[in-house]
């Protein structure tokens, strides 16, 4: 375990289960993180007071680090914690991160990020046991981002700010089955396509082709009259169905403001085959 106080100056003895594992070197007094041969499970939890960024690689290949809090961490660079331990981390004053920050974690099982305004691709790439992910801030979702290639035991999303859903970005993610988003502006083309989600409540202004494909586990739909673009099959949920079951649509907002919705499909309705809807 190491700790760092609030003065780097305090550090005078690093022990390890009763035993000095420290030593003098040129560079001063140091850990056997700098001495040891990787992956020999030195370092298992770390806790900084007033460290304000972690550099690139700092505690890659730790692969026995399990525990981290850093309360005024602002910053964390190119796969800082890249095939560690880690099953949760505390990051309260987090606002940048880079590629490769948080990959390759087998054991860490839900995300909860505040005031991030943008992730990377592969950032948290590779994270298998992940079923919960929360953006409480206005987090940016790269276009190239495959939530299903990050998180495949995916089972919960949530944001409060996310103004765009990119296309494809959930696509694939079979076990994902509570979403809620809420000021999203667009929702890209076949954004949760073959998800399992059960309800939609989508306020989005912009509905992409194809962005509910299959998605066979719906069973009712809340819809804004903001929504000014729903692009074709963007409910076709039941694809390869001759009888699907009724789908419940709730409109809000009047009718006359749902004429002016632009609905690109060959119907005059988004709805799939079987539906039942409610203004």
Not at 223 to 232: C, D, L, R, Y
Request: include cysteine.
């Amino acid at each position: 375990s190491c700790r760092i106080p609030p003065s780097c100056a305090d550090i005078y003895r690093l022990n390890f289960k009763g035993d000095n594992m420290g030593y003098f070197s040129p560079n001063g007094y140091v850990a056997p993180a700098y001495y040891d041969e990787p992956g020999a499970g030195f370092l298992k939890s770390f806790t900084a007071g007033t460290l304000t960024s972690i550099p690139d690689n700092a505690f890659k290949n730790c692969t026995a680090l399990s525990s981290v809090k850093c309360a005024s961490v602002k910053e964390i660079g190119k796969n800082a914690f890249n095939n560690t331990a880690l099953a949760e981390f505390d990051f309260p004053a987090l606002a940048v991160v880079s590629e490769g920050s948080f990959a390759n974690i087998p054991t860490l099982k839900s995300i909860s990020l505040v005031g991030i305004k943008e992730i990377y691709a592969d950032t948290f790439y590779n994270c298998n046991a992940v079923t919960s992910v929360i953006f409480s801030g206005p987090t940016k979702i790269p276009e190239s981002m495959s939530f299903d290639d990050c998180f495949p035991q995916l089972k919960s999303f949530k944001s409060s700010y996310t103004e765009e859903i990119p296309a494809y970005a959930f696509s694939g993610c079979s076990n994902l089955s509570s979403v809620t988003i809420k000021n999203v502006h667009t929702i890209g083309e076949e954004a949760f396509k073959d998800c399992a989600i059960v309800e939609v409540e989508c306020y989005a202004s912009s509905i992409g082709k194809n962005a509910f494909f299959n998605c066979k586990s719906i069973t009712s739909v809340e819809m804004s009259a903001k929504v000014s673009t729903v692009g074709a099959g963007a409910f076709n949920l039941y694809p390869y169905m001759e009888k699907p079951p009724v789908l419940k649509f709730n409109c809000i907002g009047d009718i006359n403001d749902w004429a002016q919705t632009q609905f690109e499909n060959e119907s005059s309705t988004p709805m799939c085959k079987n539906s039942e809807i409610t203004f």
